[in-house]
């Protein structure tokens, strides 16, 4: 733990995510205060900073739902610059507009390199977890600052699996999903396959499962994120026909919207879980104090 950072350093939060910015600074051992917002009849915010701010100012705010939070997180941020502060970092636990990284039809906005080059104008530091990247692997290339830092939430994952389920098998749900779930397994020896995926939409998935020991085991669906929830619905479907012991479902990035949740304990699922980087009903698993070692070491 650093503690030398204690008087020259702060966590500011917002209201919204003010439990994990609490989290995340006693980790650091660092104050932590939270950005007072006031919204105005037609919908614009006025954001309002502690008086005095010291040289280094950790903006702590998960980007999901981001329009409106952008907008704060900016105001912020420039607010911040104008007091004086000499490096302003900004820890993500989800980093939004990250999978749009090509065009790939005329006239479409390459939204990455869009708001990797506004954060890069106001933050001098940027930590996430588990990014969204596709073609571009390295999150520097979307966000050119001095750091720029994607963590994977496998090590927490992979402990709360080892503590909660016995004897698992994990799964990845398509083949982007292989990185974090042999990750997972191999920290603590555990079996694990990777499933393949066919797309024709947002919401029409077809995954494919591969053969293996699925009879009576309690097995572990792992992703990243989980929006739609449909390649996991999918996924679970045609688990069931194996008769598996349990299906549970763990991912970083929780959205899960409609009625994704709904149906997946329809097919079948019996636990729902997720990383804190978002709030949402499934968080069991926090990423304060990996957030917190990972910043620690890259300064």
């Known amino acids: 733990m650093n503690n030398k950072k204690q008087t020259t350093s702060i966590v500011l939060g917002f209201p919204d995510y003010i439990n994990q910015a609490e989290q995340f600074a006693e980790a650091l051992n660092l104050p932590c205060q939270s950005v007072d917002i ?14 005095q701010l010291p040289d280094q100012v950790v903006l702590f705010y998960s980007l999901d739902r981001p329009n409106a939070k952008l907008i704060k997180l900016i105001l912020a941020a420039s607010g911040a610059r104008t007091m004086g502060t000499k490096q302003i970092a900004l820890v993500a636990p989800y980093l939004c507009y990250m999978r749009q990284d090509k065009a790939f039809h005329k006239g479409e906005v390459i939204s990455q390199q869009v708001i990797g080059r506004l954060l890069a104008s106001y933050f001098d530091k940027v930590l996430t977890v588990d990014a969204h990247l596709h073609r571009v692997h390295n999150l520097s290339e979307a966000i050119p600052v001095a750091a720029a830092i994607n963590i994977t939430a496998t090590d927490a994952m992979a402990q709360y699996i080892n503590q909660h389920i ?5 799964l990845g749900p398509d083949g982007e999903s292989e990185q974090w779930v042999s990750d997972i397994a191999v920290r603590y020896q555990m079996d694990y396959g990777v499933a393949t995926k066919e797309r024709y939409g947002d919401r029409n998935v077809k995954v494919n499962i591969p053969a293996g020991p699925y009879q009576g085991r309690n097995i572990v669906l792992v992703d990243d994120v989980a929006s739609t929830g449909k390649t996991l619905l999918e996924a679970a479907k045609a688990l069931a026909e194996y008769q598996p012991a349990s299906i549970s479902v763990l991912v970083t990035h929780a959205l899960f919207v409609d009625d994704a949740m709904e149906q997946l304990t329809q097919a079948g699922v019996t636990n729902i879980w997720s990383c804190d980087s978002i709030n949402h009903s499934t968080n069991v698993v926090k990423l304060a104090q990996s957030l917190a070692d990972n910043f620690t070491q890259e300064n």
Do not use: T
């Open 166 to 170: 016995d004897h698992p098998y994990l």
């Open 38 to 51: 006031h919204h105005f009849p037609d919908g614009e915010s006025k954001i309002q900073l502690p008086e």
